[in-house]
């Protein structure tokens, strides 16, 4: 389920999904580790909202995930309507338990954004991994590549069984024109969101 907003004043964009399901579904046609099943959660959670946000209905994107980390490469694709699908290089990943998705992921190469929009060549832009995290990875290419301020953030929760308990994110944009009190109010209250 994805929910999108505009402020009434048209100064910020809000995109917020639950994606337990889909990324269940992935759990077990994959059968993914604890961490890579949250490492594909996030990016294709991310897709999904990334997919939505796309204006052409056979439109789609694609996010490609390569930090040199044990999973290898992590790759998810969503068409305009947010159906999104994923694949792990190596899906079955096991770090300490201390360890977090980027233990998984590593941070040494780049998050890949490719959009095919039906024009001679699909839109392709690149950056730097950040964080590993991947919301984080996310956050910087909107800032790098589209030059949008952007605020990400995914969670994926994996029960002891390996299930998927919850899934989800949101992604809130700063539009044109957007006043600073708006930007001071849209800080503030992230600090006190609960983590996804």
Known sequence: KIVRYITTDGSAFVIAGDTTDMVSKAENIHKTSAVTTAALGRLMTAASMMGVMLKGKDDSVTLRLNGGGPAGVVLAVSDSQGNARGY?????????????????????????????????????????????????????YFAVSEQTPTVCALGVLVNPDLSVANSGGFMIQLLPGCPDEIISKIEDSIKDIESV
């Open 88 to 140: 792990v290089e190596n899906p079955v990943v096991e770090i300490p338990l201390n360890d977090t998705v980027r233990g998984a992921v590593g941070t040494d190469g780049f998050l890949y954004v490719m959009k095919d929009m039906g024009l001679k060549e699909p839109y392709v832009g690149n950056t730097q991994i950040v964080s590993g995290e991947i919301a984080e990875d996310i956050t910087n």
